[in-house]
């Protein structure tokens, strides 16, 4: 498992870690995910929460951290949470420094059942977050539907902003809907000086990407 910093520019500080999934030859996120099936997917989506607690603890992170969770593994939110609260005791991490993240573009069919996985996971003093904003159709619907604590603009919507007037208004809107609901705002996969100066002009003070710093293995 791997973690990349989600940094505050404004402050000068880092605002969380995610945690990223790794094969055990090094093997991206994407490799590993492949191998996941409806046989192993509730084993996998729990051990990931394990290890990403386990081993920010053991590395003494102060700051929030980012966990991705896979919904369709969640058959009932009470019951599967369960062991990220033993995990938390266990490691002796505070519940309050968990994000619990999944993508926009994350096949749930039945929406009802993410809202009340969020719903459990806000009462228990977690953070919810919505990752790839802006990557499919329904992103305003989303933020109504689930209310979110964080959404982590989709690279897609920001590539290039810094000569994309379209990307520039879009982005100011969202922000502009996301400051009145008190929902804070993280620019993913930010590559260029160009594009990390025009979203912090636009107000965006939370950034994660290679521009800032690359992954790193915690074992």
Known sequence: MAFQPI???????????????????????SEVLRRVNEENRYAFDQACRVKAIELASGLG????LSIN?????????EACIQTTL????????????IIFEVTEGEKVTDHGHLKSIFDEYKR???KTAIDDFGAGYSGLNLLAEFQPDIIKLDRALIMGIDQDHVRQ?????????TRELGIDVIAEGIETTEESQTLRDLGVRLFQGYLLAHPQTGT
């Open 86 to 97: 033993r995990a938390a005791k266990d490691f002796n991490f505070p519940q309050r420094n």
């Open 169 to 177: 208004t879009i982005v100011g809107a969202v922000l502009s809907v």
């Open 61 to 64: 992170m102060n700051s929030l």
């Open 124 to 126: 228990l003093g977690f």
């Open 7 to 29: 940094v505050d520019l404004n402050g000068d500080s880092v605002f969380a870690y995610e945690s990223l999934v790794r094969g055990p030859n090094g093997e991206s996120a």
């Open 69 to 77: 969770f896979l919904p369709n593994a969640v058959y009932n939110p």
